[in-house]
């Protein structure tokens, strides 16, 4: 595999996905640099040669493997869709057919979407396997978007996620939408044993049973799941401590990046001052650290403090959309003015 991997490299995984590696945009969107993408995708499609070639053209390392990630080596069938976006290993849920979906204009019903024209025969492997075959490092951050078959490919990568993986994005279902697919709460119980936390879920999605009339019914997200832990966290040595710290930065888990450079500092002391300042992609580390601290005898004031703080809404304020690549958080605007 031709390409450069470095010591403070951020390695995002993605697999699966449409037209872009959805949340995980925001890393490469803060340290470009600092980024390497390794991207899965089952089908063969020139759309994802396109989405590689953007993020090269940004300077962000970029690998596409054409390979269908499962929970295991074999070989399995593999449905493409109507929609390609809603191609999977499982067959659409006949209960979830009539569903209307938000945000679609002319095919409003998840059936139109996920009719099957045709099943296909495709050779499976693994995320843990992958890594081994290609001699990659492991990855940092784990995002999937399988239409339905996270939870298989999250088995099929359980020692890089008990051992490498700082933040997980998936794809998660709240009702089965493919037939037997597994729901949130198995993803949530596996990466829960591993030591993960539940930070939030994105892009929520309300299904709806007649027409998008009124409030729906929550039936797909996106969940980001951040391994927590001061046991884990004061197991980390200076680079995964400062690698963690600019991930929860990027998604704006800004209490998790101060807790993590605190702990960094105590340990390593000015080696990390250091690295930091000679790695100005990861330099706001040190701003955010030093203003909390400089401003927490006001936050043992009031609470609120740093709620209501318009310097700190205004710095760190524009991660609304993260989906978005040409959105930039507003210390990076600023910078660029």
Partial sequence: MDIQFNELDIISFHVGGYGDYSHINIIGMLYPQKTVYVAFEARDSGDDEVVKQEYLDRGIRSVLVQKCIADKKGINPFNIN???ASS??????????????PDQESLPMWGS???TERTIQVETTTIDDVVQEYRLPAPDI????????????????VNCIA??????????????????QPLFHQQFELLFQKGFR???????????????????????????????????????NMVQLIKYAAIALAFNRLSLAVHAMNIAIQRFGSQVIEILNMN????ELLRLQHYILKNMEQYQKNAFYF???????????????????????????????
């Avoid at 100005?280 to 330099?283: G, T």
């Avoid at 760190?316 to 690549?325: K, M």
């Fill in 82 to 84: 109507v929609s390609p």
């Fill in 88 to 101: 999977s290993m499982y067959k659409a849920s006949s209960e979830a057919m009539t569903e209307h979906m």
């Fill in 113 to 115: 979407h996920s009719t």
């Fill in 142 to 157: 784990l995002s999937i978007d399988a239409q339905g078959a996270e939870f298989g490919i999250m088995k099929g990568g």
């Fill in 163 to 180: 051992n490498s993986v700082m933040a997980v994005v998936t794809e998660v279902e709240f009702y089965p939408i493919y037939q037997n």
């Fill in 198 to 236: 539940l930070a939030d879920v994105l892009a929520m999605q309300y299904w709806h049973p007649v027409a998008r009339v009124g409030q729906g019914l929550l039936t797909v997200g996106e969940a980001l799941f951040m391994r927590y832990g001061q046991d884990y966290l004061e197991s980390l």
């Fill in 280 to 283: 100005q992609e990861f330099s």
């Fill in 307 to 337: 709620e209501n703080d318009e310097t700190l809404r205004d710095r760190y304020g524009v991660y609304q959309n993260l989906t978005n690549r040409s959105l930039q958080p507003m210390y990076l605007q600023k910078a660029s003015h």
